[in-house]
């Protein structure tokens, strides 16, 4: 488990003040204005949400680049422990496993390589930059209803933008962080020879790396991204229709 640090502390102290602000803003708010619950709530929280998620961004990538270990998900080759020639359990468990095994694990490393850190930190605060403009754009657009300006041109213009950075946070949180697990299995399970002594006979010639799991490769494409960003775009021309729309039916009157 990785210790707490004075950047964890700070994220604490940083996230606490932020509800706290957020919280006196928004009760001074209800009291002077008459304002739907349900808008309301869903400004609130979703304003609490990005600055929180903000914090935590720019926390994980100062920990991540500073700290002495980082606690990082690596892919390994399909695994499973192998018992010693002549060993064996008893009493057995009551199930037997047939395939399978472990694929990947969460590992606490120390002296992983600076580009393998930069690549997590960077995938790891794309993810949350991502989540950062989605609730930006709720609570832009709660604000805007609150003003009776639901169609407003900046509604539709943040949405563009919350599509842009949904597809490439995405998809860039999900590759950079593949890549940075890669390469720190390469650098902490690359293990070739092993060596033991005071064994016994019937484990002569047997290899004990076969106890330790071998790197894996692993780089996966998510769609979700993509999908996202599509939803997103079709909000913001959406959006846009609704905006011109309203000019059109100001000018009439």
Request: net charge neutral.
């Amino acid at each position: 488990m990785a210790s707490f640090s004075w950047v964890h502390l700070l994220i604490l102290l940083l996230a606490v003040a932020v509800i706290v602000l957020v919280l006196v803003l928004a009760v001074r708010s209800w009291r002077r204005h008459a304002i739907d619950g349900v808008i309301g709530v869903t400004l609130t929280g979703s304003a609490l949400y990005g600055a929180i998620a903000l914090i935590i961004a720019i926390g994980t990538v100062i920990d991540v680049l500073t700290s002495q270990d980082v606690t990082i998900s690596v892919p390994v080759n399909e695994y499973w422990p192998q018992l010693p020639p002549g060993a064996e359990i008893t009493p057995g468990p009551s199930a037997t496993r047939v395939g399978g095994g472990f694929t990947t694990a969460d590992l606490q490393v120390e002296g992983l390589s600076a580009g393998a850190r930069v690549l997590w930190a960077s995938g790891l605060a794309a993810g949350l930059l991502a989540q950062v403009a989605i609730a930006a754009l709720i609570a832009v657009a709660c604000f805007q209803l609150l003003r009776g300006a639901a169609f407003a041109q900046i509604v539709a213009n943040l949405a563009t933008v919350t599509a842009v950075v949904v597809l490439v946070g995405g998809i860039a949180a999900a590759v950079l962080c593949d890549i940075a697990g890669s390469m720190a299995a390469q650098q902490v399970l690359s293990v070739t020879s092993a060596q033991w002594s005071n064994v016994p006979s019937a484990w002569a010639d047997w290899d004990p790396t076969m106890l330790l799991p071998k790197p894996g490769l692993r780089i996966e494409f998510p769609f979700w991204p993509v999908g996202a960003g599509l939803g997103f775009a079709a909000l913001a021309a959406v959006l846009k229709y609704g905006t011109r729309l309203q000019r059109d039916t100001e000018g009439l009157v």
